[in-house]
C-alpha cells in the first residue's frame, strides 16, 4: 500500500504543475493519479504490478475489431462526399462516451460550436477514471457521431470538425 504522505505529495506535485494525470509503475505496485479537471478532486487506482501484462492481453482482442470495422468503410465511402474535408475526433482508448460532465447540465460542444485545439469535447470513461477528450484543432463542430452513454472502441471517430 502507498504510503498516504507520498500519495499527498504526489496530488501536490500535480496541481502545482497543473497535471491531468500522472502514472507511477515499480516492481511491486503501480499508482494512477487522474484529475479530471481543475473543478474536481483527484481520482486514484492502485493495484499490484502484475496487472500490466493483462493490459497487453486486450491490445490483440481491441486490435481484432479494427479490421471487422475497416469491412465496413467501404459502406461509409458513398457518405464521404459529406465528410470530405472534415477532421475526424477520435477516441484515444476503449471506454464509455460521454457529451456532457453530468446529466444535468449541457453537452461540452454541440453541432455548429466553434472548438479550437484545446476546447474539451467529451468525456471517455475508462476503468472509473473520466478522460477529457479534446479537439485537438480549430474549426466548427458539424457532427457528433456518438450518443451519450455509448461504448467506444479505441481509434472509433466521435465526431467531425470543419477547420477554420
Not at 487506482?45 to 501484462?53: R, V
Request: proline fraction near 11%; charge should be negative; hydrophobic fraction near 45%.
Amino acid at each position: 500500500m502507498i504510503d498516504i504522505r507520498k500519495l499527498k505529495e504526489l496530488v501536490r506535485l500535480m496541481v502545482a504543475n497543473d497535471l491531468t494525470e500522472m502514472d507511477l509503475r515499480d516492481s511491486e505496485e503501480q499508482v494512477t493519479i487522474h484529475r479530471p479537471s481543475v473543478y474536481s478532486a483527484p481520482q486514484v487506482t492502485q493495484s499490484p504490478a502484475a496487472p500490466p501484462p493483462q493490459a497487453a492481453a486486450p491490445a490483440p482482442a481491441a486490435a481484432t475489431p479494427a479490421p471487422a470495422a475497416a469491412a465496413p468503410a467501404p459502406a461509409v465511402e458513398p457518405e464521404a462526399d459529406d465528410t470530405a474535408g472534415l477532421v475526424p475526433v477520435s477516441s484515444p482508448m476503449v471506454g464509455t462516451f460521454y457529451s456532457a460532465a453530468s446529466p444535468d447540465v449541457d453537452d461540452f460542444v454541440k453541432v455548429g460550436d466553434s472548438v479550437g485545439p484545446d476546447t474539451v469535447i467529451c468525456l471517455v470513461e475508462a476503468m472509473k477514471i473520466f478522460n477529457e477528450i479534446k479537439a485537438e484543432c480549430s474549426g466548427t463542430v458539424q457532427k457528433v457521431l456518438v450518443s451519450s452513454g455509448d461504448a467506444v472502441e479505441f481509434g472509433q471517430d466521435l465526431l467531425l470538425i470543419k477547420p477554420s
